[in-house]
T-cell receptor, first 115, second 117 residues
Framework: NAGVMQNPRHLVRRRGQEARLRCSPM?????VYWYRQLPEEGLKFMVY????????ESGMPKERFSAEFPKEGPSILRIQQVVRGDSAAYFC?????????????FGNGTRLTVT | AQSVTQLGSHVSVSEGALVLLRCNYS??????LFWYVQYPNQGLQLLLK??????LVKGINGFEAEFKKSETSFHLTKPSAHMSDAAEYFC???????????????FGQGTILTVHP
């Protein structure tokens, strides 16, 4: 019973390149969330997706960041033209449904380093 | 708006001593509250949750937390610390708006627990 799978675990990009982070939710989970953990700042919500739909993207930076969760395949968080300030740990979480009785299951994260 | 505040970014205890990690919340509606633990280079693991049932909530690894509405607190405790409890702990509140709640969590800043022999 695999948990939430994120890859890669570590990603190094030069300034200006693109970063693509992948997340496969737990089996049977159709709700996916992305969080970012910046050094000294704690975890911040970025976006909430259901299959093929973005439900809440209130935490996403307005530019360069996008997320998708296609009908088939993993959820992708895409960062275009990365800058040093994008260096952080990015966590994906999934749940089978909405509601307080359906807590999030987190992956081990992708640690992005921008050089 | 909902928020949580964790008092103390670092807590150090001796093995076998009581663990107390403090969390206070702010919410205009009855909150849904969670404690998560994060070990180095790993994701977050749910310890326990409060969702308006019993105010004393028991979680995994011997941890428990008590919801106190009068004090707007949800402190995490464990009677006897073990070396394996050394980790970072996060208190979180779940968004609840318009009759719907979902996994948009607001996290506290985290408390690093150190356990020494």
């Amino acid at each position: 019973n695999a948990g939430v799978m994120q890859n890669p675990r570590h990603l190094v990009r030069r300034r200006g390149q693109e970063a693509r982070l992948r997340c496969s939710p737990m089996k049977g989970h159709s709700h996916v969330y992305w969080y970012r953990q910046l050094p000294e700042e704690g975890l911040k919500f970025m976006v909430y997706l259901q299959k093929e739909n973005i439900i809440d993207e209130s935490g996403m930076p307005k530019e360069r960041f996008s997320a998708e969760f296609p009908k088939e395949g993993p959820s992708i968080l895409r960062i275009q033209q990365v800058v040093r300030g994008d260096s952080a740990a990015y966590f994906c979480a999934s749940s089978p449904r909405q509601g307080q009785n359906s807590p999030l299951h987190f992956g081990n994260g992708t640690r992005l380093t921008v050089t | 708006a909902q928020s949580v505040t964790q008092l103390g970014s670092h807590v150090s205890v001796s093995e076998g001593a009581l663990v107390l990690l403090r969390c206070n919340y702010s919410s205009s509606v009855p909150p849904y509250l969670f404690w998560y633990v994060q070990y180095p280079n790993q994701g977050l693991q749910l310890l326990l949750k409060y969702t308006s049932a019993a105010t004393l909530v028991k979680g995994i690894n011997g941890f428990e937390a008590e919801f106190k509405k009068s004090e707007t607190s949800f402190h995490l405790t464990k009677p006897s610390a073990h070396m394996s409890d050394a980790a970072e702990y996060f208190c979180a509140v779940m968004l609840y708006a318009g009759g719907t709640s979902y996994g948009k969590l607001t996290f506290g800043q985290g408390t690093i627990l150190t356990v020494h022999p």
